[in-house]
């Protein structure tokens, strides 16, 4: 989604941006933009498409400033195109911003009434045009006065043609940080963007106003009283944000996922036994139902967990996309209820929504995020972090592992305070969910076999994920990450369901991928698998080591090692991952920035 980078310092600006928005682009983009306070007051630069349009402008432009906003552009309101992308603003002043004003219409139509004229289709020029109507010589006062007619959410960074030393920058659920450093500060959407130059940062909360100069950043909440930031300190590098000899930064996280799931695993064990330290011990107390909410690909990890923690801890779990759950009236009870939201980000509008609902009816809340200090894990009442660094390939791959890896531990920790299985068996299971970065590894040694797949694959049309169980779970990742990057259309189906239905789009030469790696429902997925066979699929199997007659019903296949069925979907992942990663890069797609798609969803 859109990306904000701004930049007050001793250097020219205009390279500051374009570095900064590149870092951005994983977020996933369509058009781009940069304003630079010049001698001869704002100038705006902005372009359709990938960023080397923007750059070659910039060129052209020769913008010289050291003053200036930059944003890449996720079209939401009205197509992707020069005259829509930001900034927007007046000759007084340039705007970029990252979320959505829902009121926009109705504050267009005051401003039309009182000579604005509207150059774009957007929500975020009405939101630009009411502050410059605000606007009487003091930035702050017309900031305070615009934003509570604003409903909806936003990151802005505003600079003013008459204070070329400033940028204003204010946030209200859409993510902004302003990064510190000896050479000048900045504002932007996420670490990535400053990290070349600094990892020192402070996170604004709602509705605070950042004066950001080159010299020193000063807050003010909305009452206008001066407040007093902690300064934070990212704890990654500048390593972390880039392919490290990888050709992509997808491929490059799919390997780094053995060190992930070590890194989520490790400090959640205590003699062999799953603790979460940091959540109190009576948090689980009375708990007889779990909600599980989460968007996309934490969604899926949300259904591997329901298998797990309704096998071992025997607690109820619903699975709910974010987007549903927040208007489908969910039954809560505050007492019995536990509220589990996923994310990797932290910031995803619907699961932040929902979390939320869960909070006002006065659940119990907990969040599994990645990303520290984001605004599900300061809103929940509890996190439970995952360790997997940041990550950027738009389609998520070790962010999902490490989700599976917490999820497994609280199905097991919750087993364990049900007194659900004996000790001694949670001991064995948490034994080999530690061997499970290995496993990876070893899946990873055998990169070239997935690549095989995918080659006797790639020039599908349609392709079908067929599972059973926590297979049937995996399938609907494995599905998404490769329509997600590959642009094959495809489905994850229930085995059993296929008969009702799929079945007719079953024809010669159809791919379809089984997973059956669950041994008590191997033989009904033997059963499924002949079923399509019949139809003329190509059938390709992902099983564990030693299962029967994988040459008579399979034309291509993946063994996993010999391992607990109950963690298959952690290997089983990375087999799919690839597999999507080789479909794309075969099909000459543009795996780490698919078209359409973003990493942080900040819109509902
Ligand atoms: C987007 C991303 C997905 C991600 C989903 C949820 O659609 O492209 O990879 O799974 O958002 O994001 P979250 O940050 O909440 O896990």
Not at 8 to 19: F, K, P
Not at 381 to 405: H, N, R, W
Request: charge should be negative.
């Amino acid at each position: 989604m859109c990306g904000i980078v701004g930049y007050i310092g001793e250097r020219s600006c205009a390279e500051i941006l374009l570095d900064g928005l590149s870092k951005l682009e994983y977020r996933g983009y369509d058009s781009a933009g940069i304003s630079v306070l010049t001698e001869e007051g704002i100038r705006t630069v902005k372009r359709r498409g990938r960023l080397q349009n923007l750059r070659g402008a910039v060129e052209t432009a020769k913008l010289t400033g050291n003053c200036g906003i930059g944003h890449t552009r996720w079209a939401t309101h009205g197509e992707p195109s020069d005259r829509n992308s930001h900034p927007h603003g007046t000759g007084r002043l340039s705007l970029v911003h990252n979320g959505i004003i829902e009121n926009y219409l109705g504050i267009r139509e005051m401003l039309e009434r009182r000579g604005y004229v509207f150059e774009s289709e957007t929500d975020t020029e009405a939101a630009a045009k009411l502050i410059d109507f605000c606007y009487k010589g003091d930035p702050l006062a017309a900031l305070r006065e615009a934003l509570p007619v604003l409903r909806g959410s936003y990151a802005f960074s505003v600079i003013f043609a008459d204070y070329p030393g400033k940028i204003f920058a204010v946030r209200r659920d859409s993510p902004l940080i302003v990064g510190l450093s000896e050479e000048g500060n900045f504002t932007a959407s996420d670490i990535p963007a400053i990290l070349r130059y600094t990892r020192r940062y402070l996170l604004l909360d709602t509705d605070e106003i950042a004066v950001v100069e080159r010299e020193r950043v000063t807050v003010f909440d909305v009452a206008g009283n001066r407040v007093e930031k902690e300064v934070k300190t990212a704890d990654f590098d500048m390593g972390a944000a880039e392919k490290g000899g990888y050709p992509h930064f997808m491929l490059k996280e799919i390997h780094e996922q053995p060190k992930a799931l070590r890194d989520t695993i490790q400090p959640r064990l205590e003699d062999g036994l799953p603790r979460f330290s940091e959540l109190p011990d009576d948090f689980f107390d009375g708990i007889t139902k779990i909600y599980i909410v989460a968007c996309g690909t934490a969604m899926h990890a949300g259904l591997v967990g329901r298998c797990a923690i309704e096998r071992y801890a025997g607690i109820p779990v619903e699975v709910d996309l974010a987007s549903e759950f927040r208007y489908r009236e969910p039954l809560l009870d505050p007492e019995h209820h536990l509220f589990v939201c996923i994310t990797q980000s932290g910031e995803t509008a619907d699961s932040l929504a929902a979390l939320r609902l869960a909070k006002a009816r006065g659940v119990r809340t907990l969040s599994v995020v990645n990303v520290l200090g984001s605004t599900i894990s300061r809103e929940s009442d509890q996190v439970l972090y995952t360790y997997a660094g940041p990550e950027i390939a738009v389609a998520s791959t070790k962010a999902y592992s490490v989700q599976l890896a917490v999820m497994y531990l609280l199905a097991l920790r919750l087993a364990l305070l049900r007194k659900g299985i004996s000790e001694e068996e949670v001991r064995r299971l948490t034994a080999e969910l530690c061997r499970m970065p290995e496993v990876v590894e070893q899946v990873l040694a055998r990169e070239d076999e997935i690549h095989h797949i995918a080659a006797a694959c790639q020039n599908a049309h349609d392709l079908f994920f067929i599972g059973r169980g926590l297979d049937y779970a995996l399938s609907q990742e494995g599905s998404l990450k490769l329509k997600e990057i590959s642009y094959i259309h495809s489905e994850a189906y229930a085995a059993g369901e296929l008969k009702h239905g799929t079945i007719s789009l079953v024809t010669d030469g159809v791919p379809v991928f089984a997973l059956a790696t669950q041994d008590a429902l191997y033989e009904k997925m033997i059963g499924n698998i002949k079923e399509v066979k019949a139809r003329g699929a190509q059938v390709v199997l992902l099983h564990r080591e030693k299962a029967a007659d994988v040459g008579k019903i399979a034309d291509l296949s993946f063994a996993l090692p010999q391992m607990e069925e109950l963690f298959c979907p952690i290997p089983g992942v990375t087999v799919l991952q690839l597999f999507a990663y080789y479909c794309s890069l075969l099909r000459g797609c543009d795996v780490d920035k698919p078209r359409n798609l973003a990493k942080s969803v900040t819109v509902e």
